[in-house]
């Protein structure tokens, strides 16, 4: 039988929670489908620094490369929010990403039409929808750059080369194609000469693919362009910090950004698929998490990583019917309604597939 390995990194708070949430969809699919899923668990974030002081253990990462796909719940809390840099469990994300060359980060910002009343824009701004997809370089640029500081200074470096710029705007225009065909690259080439390069390269990789509408955007405008009228946006390309950014804004306007999944890419097929949301220390242990975000990272892991592609369109429908039947987890729930417990809000998604 078929049998995929599948590197878990539960990781803090709710992330082992709604990671289970995850693997329980996994193995019903399998079941379903005559394959077999084989999970060995991890340490990342927090949890690896009480243990090994470390926040990404190298066995962790040499079990991910050993992988065919690695799935991360959340890592950090404020437990270790004043540990210096090299013991943070951030600093254990920027390294896996580095280590496993996870360069093109997708966050798509989706809005599920019954949570409409969650999004904090008028509905008028929303009538016809949101989607959009958040295409985020994310081991270069200004995260990874020199960088060092003294008693009373700092410095950061941001620096684009040809190489990572092309490869990851090739991943937009990819994407791009199998969406509506509209690319907005997001820089500051009005004062960064990084952004210059950015977008003289964005541009190049624009010519292999006609079909697809190019344009460019600065990244203050596209700030405020995506609450004025985010209709107008289909793929979103753009550098590490821009991206961290925008993608931030973009799951707010959706109004769940609790449902959001996200796929962290390498060259080929290999990923690591995670939650946009974070640990959510506050609510940890008590098993109402919502595990949505997570199944839907399942879903991209198995469209982008795996090549299941039924069943990937499985799980997203199967979410979309819960939802569609009014199932909510609290974070999602409005007064009156009945709030589902994280297994619970599994157990109604497995019962959709
Ligand atoms: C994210 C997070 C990380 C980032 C932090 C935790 C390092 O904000 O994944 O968006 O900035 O990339
Ligand atoms: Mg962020």
Redesign the pocket.
């Known amino acids: 039988m078929k049998t995929y390995n599948i590197a878990v990194l539960g990781g803090d708070g709710i992330g082992p929670e709604v990671v289970a949430g995850a693997i329980a969809v996994m193995n019903h699919i399998a079941q379903k489908r005559g394959f077999a899923f084989e999970f060995k668990n991890y340490l990342a974030g927090g949890c690896a620094i009480d243990a090994v002081n470390d926040p990404m253990p190298q066995e962790t990462i040499d079990g991910c490369k050993a992988s065919d796909s690695v799935l991360l719940g959340a ?2 809390g404020e437990k270790w929010d004043t540990f210096p840099s090299h013991l943070r ?2 600093t254990g ?2 390294r896996i990403r580095a280590e496993l060359g996870l360069f093109a ?1 997708l966050r798509p910002a989706q809005l599920f039409k019954e949570l409409a009343d969650a999004c904090p824009l008028k509905p008028r701004l929303i009538e016809n929808g949101l989607d959009v997809l958040v295409v985020r370089e ?1 081991t270069g640029g200004i ?1 990874f750059g020199d960088k060092g500081r003294d008693e009373t200074s700092g410095y950061d470096t941001l620096k684009y080369s040809d190489y990572e710029i092309k490869r990851i705007a090739k991943v937009a225009f990819e994407v791009a194609m199998k969406r509506n065909k509209n690319v907005v690259s997001v820089d500051k080439a009005n004062v960064l000469e990084s952004s210059r390069v950015w977008r003289k390269f964005v541009e190049e990789v624009a010519k292999d693919y006609p079909e697809v509408k190019q344009s460019n955007m600065y990244v203050d405008n596209a700030a405020m362009q995506l609450v004025r009228n985010p209709g107008q946006f289909d793929v979103i390309v753009t550098g ?2 821009f991206g ?1 950014i925008l ?2 804004e973009a799951a707010m306007i959706t109004g769940s950004i609790g449902m959001l999944p ?1 796929a962290s890419l390498a060259e080929g097929s290999f990923g690591l698929y995670e939650p ?1 949301h ?1 640990s959510a220390p506050d609510i940890a242990g008590k098993g109402i998490a919502n595990p949505i975000a997570t199944i839907m990272s399942v879903a991209m892991m198995f469209r982008y990583s795996l090549d299941l592609m039924e069943e990937a369109d499985m799980i997203e429908n199967a979410v979309a019917k819960a939802i569609a039947q009014g199932a909510r987890t609290a974070d999602i729930a409005v007064e009156g309604e009945k709030v589902l417990s994280t297994d619970e809000m599994t157990q109604r998604i497995i019962e959709n597939l």
Do not use: I, Q
Request: hydrophobic content about 35%.
């Open positions: 890592v950090g469990p951030e994300l920027l980060n994310l995260y590490n910090m961290d993608s931030d996200s946009v974070g």
